[in-house]
């Protein structure tokens, strides 16, 4: 056994060697923690991308379903007046007809119901033309609402092609960050030890990505529920990793740290 002087030297060298590895190891579990909240984000945007794409599409599509309404409507219209139209012209005929048999009539009886009977086909040629018209009405405000909604389809497809470039552009922006991100990621988890990277890894999947939590006040950073003083004081000596009594996520003081800690 060497002199006791000695002794608390190499001890105290060794608490030195360890704290110096749990700070150097917290601090790889906090550029982790960055860069895993940043992945998980950037894959929630990317998720959402499709969703965002629809409701950017979503006055356009409405616009265009409007649209295809007013073209059935006036197809429909246009097959209705075109019907309107060969039965005046039948009626126009079938007057024309009567009215040419006045000169066969031989009495003042004959002549009165022939009278009639020309009104009564006046009557309806008037009312099937009345039609024909009021058809004709409806076709060119069908065909002028289809130029005016034409003409919103247009300026909307302009708002989405720009939208959309927009949104691809981003979603091509968060792969290539993502990519880099992924890369980093990777180079940093393989500086923290094999056990201690499985801890970390259920507890981030276990708590939504965070895994490592400051102690603020006395506090957990992470569930904000005020811990036990003798575990603050173990967190503060830093010689070991230490969890949360709560939550379980592994703790950590600002001052142990060389790099800016997470807000």
Do not use: W
């Not at 939590?213 to 529920?225: F, K, N, P, Q, S």
């Amino acid at each position: 056994m060497g002199p006791p002087r000695l002794r608390v030297g190499l001890e105290a060298l060794d608490t030195i060697i360890i704290e110096d590895f749990v700070n150097s190891q917290l601090q790889y579990l906090i550029e982790l923690q960055t860069f895993d909240l940043r992945i998980f984000k950037i894959q929630d945007q990317q998720r959402k991308a499709p969703e965002l794409l629809k409701a950017v599409e979503a006055p356009l599509q409405e616009i265009l379903t409007r649209l295809q309404v007013l073209k059935k409507t006036g197809e429909s219209l246009v097959t209705q007046r075109r019907s309107a139209e060969r039965e005046l012209a039948t009626q126009e005929d079938s007057l024309h007809k009567v009215r040419n048999r006045l000169s066969e009539l031989k009495t003042n009886k004959e002549y009165q119901a022939h009278l009639f009977e020309i009104e009564q086909a006046r009557k309806k040629k008037d009312s099937i033309e009345e039609n024909v018209l009021e058809m004709m009405e409806r076709v060119e405000e069908n065909e002028k609402a289809i130029k005016e909604l034409e003409e919103q389809a247009g300026e909307a497809k302009k708002v989405f092609d720009v939208e959309s470039a927009r949104l691809e552009a981003q979603v091509a922006e968060l792969g290539q960050e993502l990519t880099d991100l992924e890369r980093q990621q990777k180079m940093v988890a393989e500086m923290v030890e094999k056990p201690l990277l499985a801890r970390y890894n259920r507890l981030k999947t276990m708590r939504k990505g965070f895994a490592v939590a400051e102690v603020r006040d006395g506090a957990c950073g992470g569930c904000r529920l005020q811990l036990p003083p003798q575990l603050v004081a173990e967190v503060r000596r830093g010689d070991e990793l230490m969890d949360c009594s709560y939550c379980h996520r592994i703790l950590f003081m600002a001052h142990h740290l060389e790099v800016e800690t997470l807000d």
